[in-house]
Nanobody, 122 residues
């Protein structure tokens, strides 16, 4: 059974950094596209970043560009989201997702983690 397990969330001051991790189990990790999404209170789920199966290509939501970096370690079956220069508007539950189609549409992803809370204080 496929499992995606996020970790690394927490409470930080504006301008600080967090590194999220997502460990994948039960799938051929190096064949899958990985992505990060987030959902803030009262808002729709939002695309954040995605990375191709071998890590050669990445794509970011505009507000994340220059601040967030997605990466993966296929030997460890893990994808990361390094978040720098955090802002209060980054506060959300962050979800890891996996699929076979490269893109920003949530319905193209097949598997989802349970999420990890990121809170950025002003």
């Amino acid at each position: 059974q496929v499992q995606l397990i996020e970790s690394g969330g927490g409470l930080v001051q504006a301008g600080g950094s967090l590194r999220l991790s997502c460990a994948a189990y039960g799938l051929p990790f190096s064949s899958y596209i990985m992505g990060w999404f987030r959902q803030a209170p009262g808002k729709e789920r939002e695309f954040v970043a995605t990375i191709s199966a071998l890590g050669a290509n990445t794509y970011y939501e505009d507000s994340a560009k220059g601040r967030f970096t997605i990466s993966r370690d296929n030997a460890k079956n893990t994808v990361y989201l390094q978040m720098d220069s955090l802002k209060p508007e980054d506060t959300a539950v962050y979800f890891c997702a996996s699929g076979l189609t490269y893109g920003s549409m949530s319905n193209t992803y097949l598997y989802w983690g349970q999420g990890t809370q990121v809170t950025v204080s002003s």
